[in-house]
């Protein structure tokens, strides 16, 4: 992430210089570099919450030239289906694996909001990338666009999911004993018959290991039938707490 | 995509819940829900460039449970990491199949700016998933945070990267003729010495080899050599145009 530099081509509306500062912050990117950026639109980059760090240290340049100038791999991006350009698109994943294991510094390009990036600003880039949006509708907010392309970056194929513990399943035999106790109150409150006792019971307990119970509310279904079981012994009674 | 519906709870400013409406537009989800959103936020999102769709079939609620009423997938997004929360969370790339794979109407719900989605409001999800945001930094603005979730959506593993035409390799045969022109520039500019004329030659056609010469440049790199080597044996003429 460190040699990534992020770069806004003219960019005009202050909001999403911070926006785009503020994606940078939430996925450990840190290289701002501003391309012919409106002074004030700089100046109010206001929504960056949290993304002063990333603002402080961005750099302004008057050229595309100049901003890349220390990067080996430049890539632009476009919202622009491959018809239109003459230059090879690669998807974002690849983009983005390319992007990672690239062997020295790397830019990647955003255009102004209005117009993109021009022909002179593509001119600097050995490839493009491409968001994958509809063609009806292919144009992005700057600060989403960069948003998207820094995730994809940081995503990993090889990650796991993470299960906090206290989300682990019930073990089947903690699941068993939730189901029978549910039979008695079920046996109790009539909706098991004699002759189908046996099959009714079976689909009861299947009903119960089929339904995902936490380990950690194991205990909660228990007290629950031993309740409502307690009540249905004793309807006369108060709440069985005593 | 059509089953899916994206679920803003209490958000607060107009311009994210716009920009929510506009990734929606980008990416192709058209069913936007808002629970306990603010009047003036609501009627003010303006930011939304060509969404307008979006805004105008959105849906109002008062509660969770009214909004998600007809879905049988909810699941809430969260930047917090798994230490501090009881649910189960899934990661984005696996929240974003198994929504896909979903047989039926899913919700994906998004909380407020400031403060999240509370513990009602994830007591109705099934599980969550979080955007790995760094932890130093780890929440996102709401409209890039629902663009870079709606992109894992629609992202589709299997989906090829496209070449356009222009891009293609320049064939082996038309990189060997433009090795060979100038190969003659070079010899007539005596940089290749006759005892190591064989090596030079082979040097330089390995360069031009291994450079990513275009299909469609192919003729521009054929046309600088012949230029250059007709003005090498003609130094005293003009332009060599005539």
């Known amino acids: 992430m460190e040699q990534v530099k992020v770069v806004l081509v003219s960019p005009r509306n202050p909001l999403n210089i ?3 500062a503020r994606a940078m912050s939430n996925f450990g990117f840190f290289h701002l570099r501003l391309v012919n950026a409106y002074d004030v639109a700089y100046a109010e980059a206001r ?3 949290n993304a002063a760090e990333v603002l402080r240290a961005s750099k302004q340049f008057s050229t595309v030239g100049e901003a890349v100038a220390d990067c080996t ?3 632009g991006t476009t919202s622009l289906g491959p018809r239109a350009l003459k ?3 690669r998807r974002l994943e690849t983009a983005g694996r390319l992007l990672r294991e690239h062997p020295g510094n790397t830019a990647i390009l955003f255009g102004s ?6 022909n002179d600003d593509l001119s600097h880039c050995h490839w493009l990338t491409r968001i994958p949006t509809r063609e009806a509708h292919h144009s992005m907010n700057l600060g ?4 998207v392309c820094l995730y994809e970056l940081i995503r990993r194929e090889d990650e796991e999911s993470r299960q906090p513990a206290a989300a682990r399943p019930a073990s089947s035999g903690e699941v068993e004993r939730i189901a029978a106790r549910a039979v008695e109150c079920l046996r ?4 098991i018959q004699e002759l189908t006792a046996e099959s009714t019971e079976t689909k009861i307990r299947r009903l119960f290991h089929r339904t995902n ?4 509310d194991a205990r909660v279904w228990l007290g629950m039938f031993r309740q409502i079981l307690w009540k249905l012994r004793n309807p006369s009674c108060g709440d069985g707490t005593e």
Chains 1, 2 share one sequence.
């Open 18 to 20: 911070g926006a785009a």
């Open 87 to 89: 230059h090879a698109i």
């Open 113 to 118: 909001e209005k117009f993109g990036l021009s």
């Open 188 to 191: 109790d409150a009539g909706y």
């Open 213 to 216: 119970i936490l380990e950690t």
């Open 47 to 49: 929504s960056a919450v």
């Open 73 to 75: 791999l430049v890539v």
């Open 144 to 147: 989403q666009a960069v948003a």
